[in-house]
């Protein structure tokens, strides 16, 4: 309804138009009883004519004018005359945020001026019940002095609804230009485009939209129509931040992208938690901050992702004033960071012990042997425990140490002031004690399964996968863990199992995982896990499965222990893995490494084409595969999947592919063609390997109910046939012999054996030694390739088949052993003499943290 200058309404006198858009037109007006300016909005007449949405309007308004805030607009009166349905409100003086983003995006100080006060308006708004259901940037306003102003809470809610569901709506303009319509379907949340019931974390999604354009310049959502965009909303991610405003603090890129989850229940559990979150960074972010460092987690190996000198000081930066946490009290100050460690190397395991103020740990500095350390809770200094080399697990309560010694997992107890261990067990992965301070709680390999004992011999879970991080709740009722399905994958959940075997799955869908404590009370598990690439968070859950956020980091990091108050032991670390070659013809090792995390999968018999896969921050949300030349030619992308194998005439590789799980088989030509599934009739797959034929593949899988074995599939079809027995190790990076006739494997004892194909009786090779690990065969097949690691230090020799003579071929050792993890693949070219290998680094620090809720 159009009106005219003078006309009055109530005690109002309207002056002149101030704009219109779907819920009616809008006036400047003057309140004639006290002498003001206002803001009156005039309903459409729809809503006048409609008694029970006329209703449902007063209603919420009438709410919304409890809400007493200063960034959000204060409504003065709610009045109809002469069929004239109105609002009054306070009139703002300034532009509206959509007239502020013409120009440019914003730089980074006022978008998070601003962005802090609409949170705050938020939070304010959500703590009274009230959902906004239509944020947009032209429902902010934005004052000459910078003062934020929400307007029409309350009154998305009876906008035009497509669907007839009363809980369901979806706010749209009326107005008849594809940009007006555009300009609200473009901040809507998955849920509402969805025609779902919406809560306040549907505000937190356009706030997160609002965020986005304020950054970029750019809408997250706009596509040519309105029906494009909610597909957009609903089904797409917008371009990375990262790529768009690389300048962009990555703490802002976080909240951004936690705002546009698609799950609501990967948004902030409060608005609160977001306002705070927004506060902290613009009253703490140091410009060295400002960085577009790719902080990034991923799967297999533990976050891994590159840090580069700046961008670690911006995380120290960040870390020191609490940067990310989320789920405080107003009047909790933001967690303290200490960092405990100072050397260059790694750190894996660290404990309170039980006077709470001297932490042991584990690590190895500059390339020597992990050996176990204790510091003071006021530091610096560490010394080294009087204890042999080794892994150390757990500290019981009366102070004895769980330790692995040496490379053949044997589980040890030994007192914390020193002394010779006592051996208890063979292959033990990890160990916790029980609160009673007799008991443990083990993991180990029996028989080619991952099985979980507590105590030892009562075994209470088996896998086939993977059980990591192993931890006693504080009653000694339960134990909680980390539970993957693929071994030496980190993509996973977070289970509990009781003392008689009942196991619950808390939380899931982690696409990098590492690291599991309990909460002092036993309420709730705290781990450290990602469900996006560059997302690393410590998350806890309780034991009904409700997670909340505890804290957000721009570097990987790994939860090690909770004291008695409170504090918290994390591992800052920085992994990464490289691939050295030595190409034919040249007498100097290569860098073939392409992005963060290279892994050497095979090698042509020429030696002159490398199959790597990426798994780190460059390749973004899954595996990548590549093919390059050994030369240093630039690789080509083929597939987005993980390691596999070369066909003998290099026109085919393998890949497989676990996201999403279960995982498959993929052939992948290496030229022109398409990729295909390779069938496998309900085997679960780890691995898989050309025969020299090219018409076969060997799988290492796994059928219902079974444990691992090597099965033979023929490309042309036909159903998997197995020829070992279960519950074998394939730890070859070339387990097939030249000529297809035999398979390098270990039996569930850990021998190395020689199995025939199709099937006859297997053969334990003669001169293996204990802790060699067999890699590939020669190339007359007369012979195999064994290693064996002592230190940083790798040896490789050729064993005999028939004899067990033992030649060294070649010894490989890092130029630099600091946080050297280690070759994790060695492949040898048919001429014997060129080679490629993949190894790791991690750097790590050990920091204290206080003051997590």
Not at 475 to 504: Q, T
Not at 672 to 698: C, H, M, Q, V
Not at 803 to 825: M, N, Q, V, Y
Request: charged share 25%; with cysteine; hydrophobic share 40%.
């Amino acid at each position: 309804m159009s009106l005219a200058p003078g006309t009055r309404l109530g005690a109002y006198e309207v002056v002149s138009p101030l704009g219109a858009g779907g819920m009616g037109e809008v006036w400047r007006a003057r309140d004639g009883r006290l002498g003001r300016e206002v803001a009156i909005k005039v309903l459409p007449s729809e809503v006048v004519g409609d008694p029970g949405r006329l209703k449902r309007f007063e209603k919420e308004a009438r709410a919304a004018s409890a809400l007493n805030h200063p960034n959000i607009v204060t409504i003065y009166d709610i009045g109809s005359t002469d069929s004239v349905a109105f609002i009054a409100m306070e009139r703002i003086d300034g532009k509206t945020l959509r007239e502020l983003l013409f120009a440019a995006p914003m730089p980074i100080k006022r978008l998070l001026q601003i962005a802090a006060q609409i949170a705050e308006g938020l939070a304010k708004a959500h703590e009274a019940g009230i959902v906004h259901r239509d944020l947009k940037p032209e429902n902010v306003m934005v004052t000459k002095d910078g003062l934020v102003k929400i307007l029409d809470f309350g009154l998305a809610k009876q906008t035009e609804r497509v669907s007839g569901t009363e809980s369901s709506h979806l706010p749209t303009e009326t107005g008849t230009s594809p940009g007006v319509v555009l300009g609200t379907v473009g901040y809507m949340s998955p849920e509402q485009a969805g025609g779902h019931i919406v809560d306040f974390r549907s505000d937190q999604f356009s706030f997160g939209a609002i965020l986005y354009e304020m950054a970029t310049g750019n809408r997250a959502f706009q596509k040519g129509t309105a029906v494009d965009t909610l597909s957009a909303i609903l089904h797409e991610e917008p371009p990375p931040l990262g790529d768009i405003a690389p300048e962009l603090p990555a703490p802002v890129r976080w909240i951004v992208g936690n705002c546009l989850a698609k799950d609501p229940a990967e948004r902030y559990s409060s608005t609160r938690d977001l306002a705070r979150e927004i506060a902290n960074i613009r009253d703490h972010l140091h410009p060295a901050a400002v960085t577009s460092g790719a902080f990034a987690a991923r799967r297999k190996h533990g976050f891994p992702g590159a840090l580069v000198a700046l961008a670690a000081a911006a995380l120290l930066t960040m870390l020191a004033v609490g940067v990310g946490v989320g789920r405080r009290t107003a009047k909790t100050s933001p967690p303290s960071f200490k960092r405990l460690t100072f050397q260059r190397g790694n750190v894996v395991t660290a404990r309170f012990t039980a006077d709470g103020q001297t932490i042991v740990y584990g690590a190895s500095w500059n390339g020597d042997p992990f050996r176990i350390f204790s510091t003071r809770r006021e530091g610096p200094e560490s010394v080294a425990l009087p204890l042999p080399d080794a892994l150390f697990w757990s500290i019981s309560r009366s102070g004895e140490l769980a330790m692995i010694l040496g490379s053949g997992g044997t589980l040890a107890r030994a007192p914390l002031s020193g002394g010779a261990p006592r051996e208890v067990l063979e292959n033990v992965h990890s160990a916790d004690w029980a609160p009673d301070s007799s008991n443990l709680l083990v993991v180990r390999d029996v028989a080619g399964k991952s099985r979980l004992e507590y105590p030892i011999g009562r075994v209470l879970y088996e896998s086939t996968g993977g059980i990591r991080y192993p931890r006693v709740s504080p009653r000694g009722d339960m134990a909680a863990f980390l539970d993957n399905p693929v071994p030496e994958d980190d993509l996973g959940s977070v289970a509990v199992v009781d003392r008689e075997g009942r196991k619950k799955t808390l939380a899931s869908g982690f696409t990098s995982s590492g690291g599991l404590v309990w909460s002092r009370d036993g309420e709730e598990v705290w781990f450290t896990a990602a469900k996006v690439a560059n997302e690393p968070s410590l998350i806890a859950v309780s034991l009904s499965g409700k997670q909340r956020v505890l804290l957000r980091t721009p570097a990987p990091i790994c939860v090690l222990d909770v004291g008695a108050d409170g504090s918290v032991l994390i591992e800052e670390h920085i992994p990464s893995k490289q691939i050295a070659a030595l190409p034919p013809g040249e007498t100097r090792e290569r860098d073939l490494s392409w992005l963060d995390y290279s892994h050497a999968c095979d090698l042509s018999a020429d030696g002159k084409r490398l199959l790597f896969e990426e798994s780190g921050a460059g390749a973004g949300d899954r595996y990548r595969l590549f093919l390059r030349p050994t030369d240093g030619s630039s690789p080509k992308r083929l597939f987005d999947g993980g390691c596999g194998a070369l066909s003998r005439d290099g026109r085919w590789a393998l890949s497989l592919v676990d996201i999403p799980y279960p995982p498959k088989i993929f052939l992948v030509p290496t030229g022109s063609g398409e990729s295909k599934p390779i069938p496998l009739e309900g085997l679960t797959p780890r691995n898989a390997w050309f025969f020299p034929d090219g018409n076969r593949i060997l799988v290492a899988g796994e059928e219902p109910g079974h444990r691992l074995r090597l099965y033979v599939k023929n490309l042309e079809g036909g159903t998997p046939r197995p020829v070992t027995p279960e519950g074998i190790r394939v730890t070859a990076y070339r387990p097939i012999s030249p000529d297809g006739g035999q398979i390098i494997a270990s039996d569930p004892e850990g021998r190395i054996q020689l199995f025939p194909v199709p099937e006859g009786n297997a053969k334990v090779l003669p001169g293996a030694a204990a802790g060699d690990r067999p890699i590939q065969w020669t190339s007359d097949g007369r012979g195999v390739y064994v290693m064996q690691r002592k230190g940083v230090l790798h040896s490789v020799s050729r064993i005999d088949v028939e004899t067990g003579r033992r030649t060294l071929w070649k010894e490989i050792a890092p130029s630099d052993p600091a946080g050297f993890g280690g070759i994790r693949s060695l492949l040898i070219a048919g001429d014997e003499t060129s080679y490629v290998y993949s190894h790791t680094r991690t750097l790590a620090e050990l920091y204290l943290v206080t003051g997590l809720k």
